[in-house]
């Protein structure tokens, strides 16, 4: 499955990719606005951390999302514990 974050951390962006690994998930991290975020490609799943976005990082990413057809996990914390809920909802853990 693959995931792309939008926002969060910077300082713990090693910790959300290997909390993706950990559930057999390949992910993508944009934590500022740049043209990478207009082609993200279609992942399975693109989790947004809003309270470290700007809006206009986020119109571009749902609006990304809704033209691929992209299911959206949103969360207003970009804590562990917020990402690691995203995933058991939407990633099945490897064991």
Do not use: W
Request: net charge positive; hydrophobic share 40%.
């Amino acid at each position: 499955m693959s995931v792309v974050i939008v926002g969060g951390n910077e300082r713990m962006a090693r910790q959300y990719e290997e909390l993706c690994r950990s559930y057999s998930c390949s992910a993508k991290i944009y934590m500022k606005t740049d043209r990478g975020i207009q082609n993200f490609g279609t992942p399975d799943l693109l989790v947004l951390f809003t309270s470290t976005m700007s809006h206009k990082m986020l119109d571009l990413a749902t609006g990304q999302a809704k033209k691929r057809n992209i299911r959206v996990a949103r969360s207003h914390t970009s804590s562990m514990t917020a990402l690691k809920n995203i995933l058991e909802t939407h990633a099945v853990p490897v064991v």
